[in-house]
């Protein structure tokens, strides 16, 4: 969720499941081939979900000059999302 400030993230609709990555810390992991073809513009009050596998980039600038962006990152089990 944003906070402050603006990006755009940019994201793919296919799992990346198993495709080769650097993991970086648990649970966050650098694609050696990144594929992110669409992009969403986030303002203060938005927020996207990504499922596990879904491949996202964020903190993309808005034009040419980066700018401090302020946001929350929250990570629910996916099981949250499941039918009871």
Known sequence: MILAGEEIIGYGLNSVIGQPATE???DLYILDNPRVPHQIHLRA????TLYPGEPHQA???IGNIPAPVKKAVFKVPVSYFTPL
Do not use: I
């Open 45 to 48: 009050g938005d927020f996207v």
């Open 24 to 26: 970086r810390k648990p």
């Open 59 to 61: 903190l993309c600038a």
